[in-house]
């Protein structure tokens, strides 16, 4: 299967619409306005200037598919990092999630082996997605448990989530998935 990340691009924002939907975004406080939604895709193509994080369209060959991140962020006195992804309904279940997840592991455990980089990738995945859910212990996470967590960041609206955490510097691959970064 030819999974790979490709940063995000201006491109990218036919992607995001697709994805803002009731059923994709069900788990995350339903769809966007435009405006938002333009919002958003702003930060994204501004993310890598920040040495924090980063942004990726999912391909599945030449075709996005997906969406998938990184990035800093304080979580209970901890610097850490934060990964959270989307797979369009037409491609989900065929594995894509577990391959662009791999390759988004490879990427940011490069990334934590530079100096004063967060040692954790976490995933806060609602405790009611199930697949999502799945999917962090297919990666390797370790669950540590239920929390409330602000989803977007700075908006005061609290998502019950799990907590995944994945220890950056156990460099073990995950059981199954395979991808790579473009």
């Not at 938002?36 to 598919?65: I, K, N, Q, S």
């Not at 967590?149 to 955490?165: A, C, I, K, Q």
Request: aromatic letters at 8%; hydrophobic letters at 35%.
């Amino acid at each position: 299967m030819d999974v790979h990340l490709e940063p995000w691009s201006e491109s990218a924002l036919g992607l995001l619409r697709r994805i803002n939907t009731p059923r994709m975004r069900h788990y995350v406080g339903g769809p966007e306005s435009e405006e938002e939604l333009l919002a958003r895709h702003r930060r994204y193509l501004a993310m890598p200037e920040t040495g924090r994080g980063c942004m990726f369209a999912v391909l599945l060959g030449d075709e996005m598919v997906g969406s998938i991140a990184y990035h800093q962020r304080d979580w209970q006195e901890e610097r850490i990092y934060e990964t959270g992804w989307n797979v369009l309904p037409p491609y989900q279940g065929r594995g894509i999630a577990a391959a662009a997840g791999t390759a988004l592991i490879a990427v940011v455990r490069e990334a934590a082996g530079q100096p004063d980089r967060p040692r954790h990738l976490h995933a806060f995945p609602s405790v009611e997605n199930a697949p999502s859910n799945a999917l962090c212990n297919r990666l390797g996470f370790t669950l540590l448990g239920a929390c409330d967590f602000e989803y977007p960041v700075g908006s005061g609206t609290l998502m019950h989530s799990n907590d995944w955490r994945l220890d950056l510097a156990d460099s073990a691959p995950p059981s199954r998935g395979h991808g790579e970064t473009r």
